[in-house]
C-alpha cells in the first residue's frame, strides 16, 4: 500500500509550532482526502495521545454514512487509554474485526513494559 506519510506530533508540532487544536482539522481533512475513494483504506498512526486518537475518530465519522470508521490499539502505560498509542484506523463496512492482541517487546510481553533498550 502506498500513501503519504503524515505525523501528528503529540500535542503541538515542532515543525509548524501549531497546537494540536489548531492543526487537528487540516490533518483530518488530509486523512479523509486520502481515504475518499480507497474504501479498504488502513490509517496506521504512531504517537498518537488519546484526545488526538478521539478527535480523528470523530472527524472521520463525520463525514462517514453510517459511522464507519473505527480503531484498534491500546495506550502505552496502561495498556487500555493512557500514554500514547499507536492505533489503527479501518472501515468496519469493509473490516470485520475478529480479534485483537497487543504485545508488548519485553521479557512480559502480555503486560505494559519496555525492554531491549526501548
Known amino acids: 500500500m502506498e500513501g503519504p506519510i503524515i ?5 503541538f508540532s515542532r515543525i509548524y509550532l501549531a497546537r494540536w487544536a489548531d492543526r487537528k482539522h487540516l490533518v483530518i481533512a488530509q486523512y479523509l482526502h ?3 475513494f480507497v474504501p479498504g483504506a488502513l490509517l496506521g498512526l504512531q504517537e498518537v495521545l488519546r484526545s488526538q486518537l478521539l478527535d480523528i475518530l470523530d472527524g472521520l465519522n463525520q463525514h462517514s454514512e453510517p459511522t464507519d470508521w473505527e480503531y ?8 487500555k487509554e493512557k500514554g500514547e498509542m499507536s492505533p ?3 472501515r468496519s463496512s469493509v473490516y470485520r474485526l475478529i480479534k485483537f492482541t497487543n504485545l508488548w ?4 510481553p502480555n503486560v505494559p513494559s ?5
Open 34 to 36: 486520502e481515504t475518499r
Open 114 to 118: 519496555k525492554g531491549w533498550d526501548a
Open 88 to 90: 489503527i484506523f479501518y
Open 105 to 108: 517487546l519485553s521479557d512480559t
Open 7 to 11: 505525523q501528528l506530533m503529540p500535542g
Open 72 to 79: 484498534i490499539g491500546v495506550g502505552r502505560d496502561d495498556g
